[in-house]
T-cell receptor
Framework: GDSVTQMEGPVTLSEEAFLTINCTYT??????LFWYVQYPGEGLQLLLK?????DKGSNKGFEATYRKETTSFHLEKGSVQVSDSAVYFC??????????FGQGTELSVKP | DTGVSQDPRHKITKRGQNVTFRCDPI?????LYWYRQTLGQGPEFLTY????????KSRLLSDRFSAERPKGSFSTLEIQRTEQGDSAMYLC?????????????FGSGTRLTVV
C-alpha cells in the first residue's frame, strides 16, 4: 500500500538556521502531497500542498517541491524562528481524500 | 465558521467501559474523517463519511468500534469494551470535495486514556 517516510527527529536548530525535513513516499498513483504542522497543544494545520509533479507549495516561508523522479517532498525553510517549533507531518492523499501520514518530525528551535 | 469541534477534549475510562466521542464538522463540508494518533506517530485513518454514508473503514476499526453520521452533520465514534491499547488521540477532520486543493480542517482531538 501507499506509505510516507519522514526523517526521524527531534531536529534541533538555532534561530535563523536553514531547515530541511526529508519526506519520501511510495504510491501506486499520482497523489497530492501535503505538509501539516502541529504546534504544542494544538490540532493539525495544513502548512502547504502540491497536487502534481514539479509543483512547489509554499506558506509562511516554508517550501516543498513535488519530485516525482525521486518520490520526495522535502520541507525547507531558509531561516527558522523559535515560533516554528512544532511537529511536522508529511502526507499523501488517496482515493476518497484519505490521508496517509508519515510518523512526524519534531523540530525544536533554540534562541 | 467555527472550525471542527470535538467533544470531550479528554476522556479517562476504565478498561471494559464504553465511550462515545462527538465531532461537529464545518457546516458546509460534506466529508468527515476519523483518525487515531498514538504518541510519536502520525495519524492513522479509521473511517470516513460523505454526507451520511460511511464509505470506507480501515482494518484498524475492529468490531468494537462504530461510527455514525446520522444526518450528514455531526458524527459519533463509539468504542465498546475499551482496552488499554485504545488509548490515543482521536482526531476528526472535515473537507469539501476539494481535498487536493484545500486539504482538511482538523479538530483538536479527543484524548482517550484507558486505565
Amino acid at each position: 500500500g501507499d506509505s510516507v517516510t519522514q526523517m526521524e527527529g527531534p531536529v534541533t536548530l538555532s534561530e535563523e538556521a536553514f531547515l530541511t525535513i526529508n519526506c519520501t513516499y511510495t504510491a501506486t498513483g499520482y497523489p497530492s502531497l501535503f505538509w501539516y504542522v502541529q504546534y504544542p497543544g494544538e490540532g493539525l494545520q495544513l502548512l502547504l500542498k502540491a497536487t502534481k509533479a514539479d509543483d512547489k507549495g509554499s506558506n509562511k516561508g516554508f517550501e516543498a517541491t513535488y519530485r516525482k523522479e525521486t518520490t520526495s517532498f522535502h520541507l525547507e525553510k531558509g531561516s527558522v524562528q523559535v515560533s516554528d517549533s512544532a511537529v511536522y507531518f508529511c502526507a499523501l492523499s488517496e482515493e476518497g481524500g484519505k490521508l496517509i501520514f508519515g510518523q512526524g518530525t519534531e523540530l525544536s528551535v533554540k534562541p | 465558521d467555527t472550525g471542527v469541534s470535538q467533544d470531550p477534549r479528554h476522556k479517562i475510562t476504565k478498561r471494559g467501559q464504553n465511550v462515545t466521542f462527538r465531532c461537529d464538522p464545518i457546516s458546509e463540508h460534506n466529508r468527515l474523517y476519523w483518525y487515531r494518533q498514538t504518541l510519536g506517530q502520525g495519524p492513522e485513518f479509521l473511517t470516513y463519511f460523505q454526507n451520511e454514508a460511511q464509505l470506507e473503514k480501515s482494518r484498524l476499526l475492529s468490531d468494537r468500534f462504530s461510527a455514525e453520521r446520522p444526518k450528514g452533520s455531526f458524527s459519533t465514534l463509539e468504542i465498546q469494551r475499551t482496552e488499554q491499547g485504545d488509548s490515543a488521540m482521536y482526531l476528526c477532520a472535515s473537507s469539501n470535495r476539494g481535498i487536493d486543493e484545500y486539504g482538511y480542517t482538523f479538530g483538536s482531538g479527543t484524548r482517550l486514556t484507558v486505565v
